[in-house]
Antibody
Framework: EVQLVESGGGLIQPGGSLRLSCAAS????????MSWVRQAPGKGLEWVSV???????YYADSVKGRFTISRDTSKNTLYLQMNSLRAQDTAVYFCAREGNGFDLWGRGTLVIVSS | DIQMTQSPSTLSASVGDRVTISCRASQSISSWLAWYQQRPGKAPKLLIYRASSLESGVPLRFSGSGSGTEFTLTISSVQPDDFATYYC?????????FGPGTKVDIK
């Protein structure tokens, strides 16, 4: 089954770091454009970052310089390294495959930034 | 950045009603617009891409229209499964942006 499964979320103190993972099945993350999208509790969707097929990366201004997107083709996994976390980063983080729109989503992993 | 707005923010409907949700972009995005449905606690689901193309497996009662800056999602006859929040999203340029959402609830 074609799917994405996120992991790595949890409770982290402000200023801390966390790495999210997104494992893909039945397709190669390196063949597609892959994004992270987040949703704060009770709020709307916010695009965070993308990595293109050839490795180009783009970020939302709200995370630029703090978050890094990457992938490991041997593990067929997408990552989001999050540093200098803030309370405003509290959200469910989804990974998603970008085709015409985001046609495949994971279930999400919850990140809570709080002391 | 391209700003996306949606109206209304909330919509009350009865089963069988025709429902229309509007989405506006702050600048032209051609037809690079997608619509998603999200139920509570679930990931968004792609309904429409390129403004008017129906994603595989999505019921025919969903349709999209528009281009440039004005777009519409229509549900021709709302079913119980359709009570959810709907988001538009532009993918004309980074940063991709979503509308604030329209919640469709039961009248």
């Amino acid at each position: 089954e074609v799917q994405l499964v996120e992991s790595g979320g949890g409770l982290i103190q402000p200023g801390g770091s966390l790495r999210l993972s997104c494992a893909a099945s039945e397709f190669n993350v390196s063949d597609d454009y892959m994004s992270w999208v987040r949703q704060a509790p009770g709020k709307g969707l916010e695009w965070v970052s993308v990595i293109h097929r050839f490795g180009n990366t783009y970020y939302a201004d709200s995370v630029k310089g703090r978050f890094t997107i990457s992938r490991d083709t041997s593990k067929n996994t997408l990552y989001l390294q999050m540093n200098s976390l803030r309370a405003q980063d509290t959200a469910v983080y989804f990974c998603a495959r970008e085709g015409n729109g985001f046609d495949l989503w994971g279930r999400g992993t919850l990140v809570i930034v709080s002391s | 950045d391209i700003q996306m707005t949606q109206s209304p923010s909330t919509l009350s409907a009865s089963v069988g009603d025709r429902v229309t949700i509007s989405c506006r972009a702050s600048q032209s995005i051609s037809s690079w617009l997608a619509w998603y449905q999200q139920r509570p606690g679930k990931a968004p689901k792609l309904l429409i891409y390129r403004a008017s193309s129906l994603e595989s497996g999505v019921p025919l009662r969903f349709s999209g229209s528009g281009s440039g800056t004005e777009f519409t999602l229509t549900i021709s006859s709302v079913q119980p499964d359709d009570f959810a929040t709907y988001y538009c999203q532009q993918y004309n340029s980074y940063p991709f942006t979503f509308g604030p959402g329209t919640k469709v609830d039961i009248k």
